[in-house]
């Protein structure tokens, strides 16, 4: 079974940093999206970021861009999501999902992915 653990949100004053870290197990296939979404008090996920194991390819919200840095260490199956200047809007329950990538999606909506792990609280002071 593939599994996600999320980790890494907190309490953070605003322009401050946090790292988020995805570790994924069970993924039987070389070509694989491992994404991060995010929830606010709302029904919606939100992509916040995404990265294809294929060829490295990242894609970022244009509300993070220049903030937020998707990363990967396959030696520990591990996908991080690095936070600078955070904002208190950056604040939400924060999830990594993960699919195959077959190549027929942008991979950027929540009904693109298959597995979520659980959510990691992140919450932004002014």
């Known amino acids: 079974d593939v599994q996600l653990q999320a980790s890494g949100g907190g309490l953070v004053q605003a322009g401050g940093s946090l790292r988020l870290s995805c570790a994924v197990s069970?993924?039987?296939?070389?070509?694989?999206?491992i994404g991060w979404f995010r929830q606010a008090p709302g029904p919606e996920r939100k992509i916040v970021s995404h990265?294809?194991?294929?060829?490295?390819?990242?894609h970022y919200a244009d509300s993070v861009k220049g903030r937020f840095t998707i990363s990967s260490d396959n030696a520990r199956n591990t996908v991080y999501l690095q936070m600078n200047s955070l904002k208190p809007e950056d604040t939400a329950v924060y999830y990594c999902?993960?699919?195959?990538?077959?190549?027929?999606?942008?991979?950027?909506?929540?009904?693109?992915?298959?597995?979520w792990g659980q959510g990691t609280l992140v919450t932004v002071s002014s």
């Open positions: 990265i294809r194991s294929r060829d490295g390819d990242t």
């Open positions: 999902a993960a699919t195959e990538d077959t190549g027929s999606y942008w991979y950027i909506e929540s009904y693109e992915y298959d597995y």
């Open positions: 069970g993924f039987t296939s070389d070509d694989y999206v």
